[in-house]
């Protein structure tokens, strides 16, 4: 079954001091592109995070985002009395050279500057750090199993319309034969219309079964139907299948198009452009899949 590149799986993770809260999105991607926004606590483990990813995600634009809550008493921020302090007096200082009056209130003015807030994050200790990882394997299995759900619609589509595509192939069928015989008549009326013209029965004939082969679309057709009948084996032959069900829907494309170029008649024109419809509608979504 075909996968989805597109994803999203969360997991809160409740621990004494603190909420670890891990996302991991997934989004469409010609390669494999992981942007990580880590805490400071947790940065070293960043390239284990990131080969975990690589490793079961395969392909797409991943995100992986934790966050950390804290909901103890105790926090690890904390302001550097002696800093703002030394802020204070060298403001009043300037304030007193300028001859300018300080600031009216002192406090959120001070707060504001350089290195007076300070966080300071403790390291991970190895048994945190193990139910962080549960915590982060458990949001991977969430996301892929959404691409899994995904999946199993996009292949419903793409069924229902290869399906759409082999019934209008069928509806050429009636058209062919009234097509040929259309073209002769038109062919010779067109030269009874030009007066004194001699007209070679035999040498007509040939050029006339010339042209006629010209315009055979029965080539065509079989191959649609092969390419149509190969893209439901790939989409049933496992997942990492989106490149290829790419380039076959390309080829698909190819022998619609020569198939209505061929077709010089109005009917199976009107076909050929329904088909062009339900195909865009395949490669529009065929870009999702992994």
């Known amino acids: 079954m075909i996968q989805s590149m597109t994803g999203f799986g969360k997991v809160v993770l409740e621990l004494p001091t603190k909420k670890v809260i891990i996302e991991v999105k997934a ?6 592109d992981i942007f990580s926004r880590i805490p400071a606590i947790y940065r070293e483990k960043e ?11 395969e392909r797409g634009k991943i995100e992986i985002i934790i966050t950390i809550e804290n ?12 800093l703002v302090e030394s802020y204070h007096k060298q403001i009043e200082e300037i304030a007193a050279d300028l001859a300018i009056s300080p600031p009216v209130e002192w406090f959120p003015v001070l707060l504001r500057l350089p290195d007076v807030i300070k966080t300071e994050m403790a390291e991970a200790d190895e048994q945190e750090w193990k139910l962080v990882s549960q915590a982060f394997d458990e949001a991977i299995h969430k996301l892929c199993d959404f691409r899994t759900q995904e999946g199993q619609m996009l292949s419903q589509l793409f069924t229902q319309k290869i399906t759409t595509i082999s019934e209008l192939l069928k509806q050429i069928e009636p058209f062919e034969k009234e097509r040929v015989e259309k073209i002769k008549s038109r062919i010779t009326d067109n030269l009874q219309k030009i007066p004194d013209v001699q007209v070679d029965s035999n040498r007509l004939e040939q050029e006339m079964i010339y042209y006629l082969e010209r315009l055979d679309v029965n080539e065509e057709k079989t191959r649609l139907s092969n390419h149509l009948n190969y893209f439901i084996e790939t989409l049933n032959s496992g997942h990492g299948q989106g490149k290829k069900l790419g380039f076959i ?5 190819r022998e619609i198009n020569t198939l209505g170029s061929k077709s010089n008649h109005a009917e ?17 979504q065929v870009l999702n899949v992994l």
């Open 268 to 284: 199976m024109q009107q076909i050929v452009v329904q088909m062009k419809d339900e195909l865009e509608q395949i490669k529009e």
């Open 249 to 253: 829907a390309q080829e698909i494309g």
């Open 71 to 82: 909901i103890g008493k105790d926090t690890d921020a904390k302001i550097n009395a002696s």
């Open 47 to 57: 390239m284990d995070i990131r080969s975990a990813l690589s490793q079961r995600l």
């Open 27 to 32: 989004l469409n991607s010609r390669q494999l």
